[in-house]
T-cell receptor
Framework: AQKITQTQPGMFVQEKEAVTLDCTYD???????LFWYKQPSSGEMIFLIY??????QNATEGRYSLNFQKARKSANLVISASQLGDSAMYFC?????????????FGSGTQLTVLP | DVKVTQSSRYLVKRTGEKVFLECVQD?????MFWYRQDPGLGLRLIYF???????EKGDIPEGYSVSREKKERFSLILESASTNQTSMYLC????????????FGPGTRLTVL
């Protein structure tokens, strides 16, 4: 079974509107972390936001927020007030437990296009 | 700021060649990673290292090896490149703390002809 599922291969949003990118995960480990990365066409993976499994509140970083619903095992990324520069591929990733090397498992990504 | 650099942005090699991809980080991190990225598959872990001279296989190690002789440098080696190793290769370095976040280099787009 997929550990990280991103069901939206592509999304479009109008500039200045909000958009939600979906991510569901599968783990039996009570301790895990969830990450979102942005990959522009240049190729570099840029860390956006982190949510720990024990965090009581949803994570926020500027225009990015993470809608964490633990019982549903979902960790959707919300981007408010979209900008043209937000057009990129977005990846959800998970780290399980407290392994020595902190490996990440990635979803297949969502290509977001912001329309002017 | 964490700085992770990779030796080449683009590389073209021939089948059977030995290929070295270099990754350097300047933050004294112990953990480093090599991924490959293919359309529709996301990122898949090839190898990782949690200390100098220490390495472990990831999900897809076949056809690859790694070297970590110094803490700041983690090399990915394709002993005999094949066309199915044409891909984007990303190196990451881990900053340990409350979030254990991986920071990535700019990537190397390798084409094997």
């Amino acid at each position: 079974a997929q550990k990280i599922t991103q069901t939206q291969p592509g999304m479009f949003v109008q500039e200045k509107e909000a958009v939600t990118l979906d991510c569901t995960y599968d783990t039996s480990d009570p301790s895990y972390g969830l990450f979102w990365y942005k990959q522009p066409s240049s190729g570099e993976m840029i860390f956006l936001i982190y949510q720990g499994s024990y965090d009581q509140q949803n994570a926020t970083e500027g225009r990015y927020s993470l809608n964490f619903q633990k019982a549903r095992k979902s960790a959707n990324l919300v981007i408010s007030a979209s900008q043209l520069g937000d057009s990129a591929m977005y990846f959800c990733a998970m780290r399980e437990g407290h392994g020595s090397a902190r490996q990440l498992t990635f979803g297949s990504g969502t290509q977001l296009t912001v329309l002017p | 700021d964490v700085k992770v650099t990779q030796s080449s942005r683009y590389l073209v090699k021939r089948t059977g060649e030995k290929v070295f991809l270099e990754c350097v980080q300047d933050m004294d991190h112990e953990n480093m990673f090599w991924y490959r990225q293919d359309p529709g598959l996301g990122l898949r872990l090839i190898y990782f290292s949690y200390d100098v001279k220490m390495k472990e296989k990831g999900d897809i190690p076949e056809g690859y090896s790694v070297s970590r002789e110094k803490k700041e440098r983690f090399s990915l080696i394709l002993e005999s490149a094949s066309t199915n190793q044409t891909s984007m290769y990303l190196c990451a370095s881990l900053t340990q703390g409350a979030t254990d976040t991986q920071y990535f280099g700019p990537g190397t787009r390798l084409t094997v002809l």
